[in-house]
């Protein structure tokens, strides 16, 4: 089993940038793929980008690739999401998600262990 806490999330204004961590509670890296997923108020919750067990793959929504960056950092046993360029419509609450698979997973149902959340706004 293991541990997941965000933080970083905040207010910040269209255009801006925030980085949000993921520690976990032992290491990730050759053990679990890791997600960040969003939910916004009324709505489901959806992918927003992962990162693979081993050969650190990545892979992105395409509401948000090109402005989103998910890395690890083995040491720490943390992972990140690099947000740039936000929008108003980034406004959720941002999850960290892992799962045993070798891939990180679109679907929710596919992860195993999940954080409690951050909240994200975004000011137009």
């Known amino acids: 089993q293991v541990q997941l806490v965000e933080s970083g999330g905040g207010l910040v204004q269209a255009g801006g940038s925030l980085r949000l961590s993921c520690a976990a509670s032992?290491?990730?890296?050759?053990?679990?793929?890791m997600g960040w997923f969003r939910q916004a108020p009324g709505k489901e919750r959806e992918f927003v980008a992962g990162i693979s067990r081993s050969d650190d793959s990545t892979k992105y929504s395409d509401s948000v690739k090109g402005r989103f960056t998910i890395s690890r950092d083995n040491a720490k046993n943390t992972v990140y999401l690099q947000m740039n360029s936000l929008k108003p419509e980034d406004t959720a609450v941002y999850y960290c998600a892992a799962r045993r698979g070798t891939y990180s997973g679109t679907y929710q149902g596919q992860y195993d262990y999940w954080g409690q959340g951050t909240q994200v706004t975004v000011s137009s």
């Open positions: 032992q290491p990730t890296k050759n053990s679990f793929a």
